[in-house]
């Protein structure tokens, strides 16, 4: 049975502090229009920017997910994109007037309450699922972290967490069915060790942090008098239970509300993906820097399928975009190592170029004298030099830069090419620029056949 995307019936607005700015914020859920997905607005800055909630806009993760988008930055917007993405809402406007999130009792279920306030309409067009077809994975054996999707009808998350620490024990959080992100999920608190709070707040961080919002964790007794000086630093004195266990001395909602809270973090970055998954997801020691990542690795799979699809058409009849003169001013490439021949569309993200291919190429006398095969790696190099152009596109002086592979990753060669092919090639940024390093996915096709295909990350450094 087919399912369609789904909106709010109308807006609602709440009012809170940041966490870590501790400024008071409102922010306010808004219908959108199918394939619109999650968009936060900045009404407080000029132009009111806009910040596609997408894993290639992210920006900083150590306490918790920015982003960064039209010069304009929102922070903490996990817990909000998980009460979305737990309520099964595809398409949102969020608008801020300050630059977080408020953390809201440090959960999403206010988020989740004002969703329901609002009501939850469904749209005529179907929704979109990225649906997992292979094992994917992000791994970081430093820090014991691994996050493994698997292929599945629905989604489904599994997460183990361990901080050595004997108050929490290792911990374990299910859930089976997105249905269930209500009841057992979104009310589950962010939780703090009590020996994090002071550097924290030496940071100038958790601003807008007290005992109603945080899970704040004692691992060993404390004498009254540290508990006390570290009351004073959050204005909130009169705090006397000392002993290990739970500071606030609060009943927990749930037996495993911290590995409940960390499948909340993950629901709310996995929204990021830009589309609802079907995948069961198995995380063992999740972070926001992970959970990210992982959108990231999803997008980059989500895009490659879409490119599959979409096999540049070449029409030689129609003027070019470059020139091989416009080339030459742009990337200092030369005779007999130049593989772009001209390059027939151009945008911020895409590039697509073309190889001719003919028997006059001088490594045809050697690969192979007898059976002509253009080499992998100079078709790599020929999308490199049509990466390099997408690179350099806007920037004054491009000839005075130069793009230098750092990695290949995923590389795939299916087809040969040989003396008379046109060769299209394709690369598409798979996120955006930063300091000078980047990252693309690239394709090189013959007629409606792709030849070779892979990931490919380099830096730009200006010419000495």
Known sequence: MSEKQRTLAKEVSL??????????VTITFKPAPANYG??????????????????????????????VQN??????????????????????LIELNGAEAPIMGGAA?????????????????????????????????????????????????????????????????????????????????TFVFFHELEPLHNMGLIKGGDLDNAVVILE??????????????????????????????TELRYPNEPARHKLLDL???????????????VATRPGHYSNTRLAKIMRQEMKKALSKHNVPVYDPSQPPVY???????????????????????????????IKNVTFNEPYFQGHFPNEPVMPGVLLIEALAQAGGLLILGNAEEPEKYSTYFLKIDKLKFKHK????????????????????????????????NLVVEGEMTAQVIKNK
């Open 15 to 24: 009012d809170g502090k940041g966490l870590h700015t501790g400024i008071n």
């Open 38 to 67: 999650y968009k936060f607005c900045r009404v407080d800055l000029p132009g009111k920017p806009l910040i596609d909630a997408l894993a290639e806009n992210v920006t900083d993760t150590s306490r918790g997910t920015t982003l």
């Open 71 to 92: 010069n304009a930055s929102v922070a903490t917007i996990e817990h909000v994109l998980a009460a979305f993405h737990g309520m099964r809402v595809d398409n949102a």
């Open 109 to 189: 279920w206010k988020f989740v309450e004002a969703i329901k306030e609002a009501g939850i309409i469904e749209q005529k067009e179907e929704r979109n699922y990225f649906v997992v077809k292979q094992k994917i994975t992000f791994s970081d054996e430093e820090h014991g972290v691994d996050l493994i999707v698997y292929p599945d009808d629905h989604l489904s998350i599994n997460v183990l967490i361990d901080y050595n620490s004997r108050i929490l024990g290792n911990q374990y959080a299910i859930l089976d069915s997105i249905d269930d992100f209500e009841k057992d999920i979104c009310k589950s608190r």
């Open 220 to 249: 060993k007794k404390v004498e009254q008098a540290e508990i006390d000086r570290i009351a004073k630093l959050f204005n909130r004195p009169g705090i006397s239970t000392h002993t290990a266990g739970i500071l606030n001395n």
């Open 267 to 281: 629901m709310g970055d996995l929204a990021l993906v830009g589309h609802p998954i079907k995948g069961k997801v």
């Open 323 to 353: 020139t091989l003169e416009d080339i030459k001013k742009r990337i200092p490439h030369r005779a007999p190592f130049l593989f772009v021949d001209k390059i027939i569309s151009i945008d911020e993200n895409i590039v697509i170029g």
């Open 417 to 448: 090419v040989v003396p008379g092919d046109t060769v299209i090639l394709k690369m598409e940024m798979i996120e955006p620029m930063r300091r000078g390093i980047v990252t693309m996915y690239g394709q090189a096709f013959v007629g409606n």
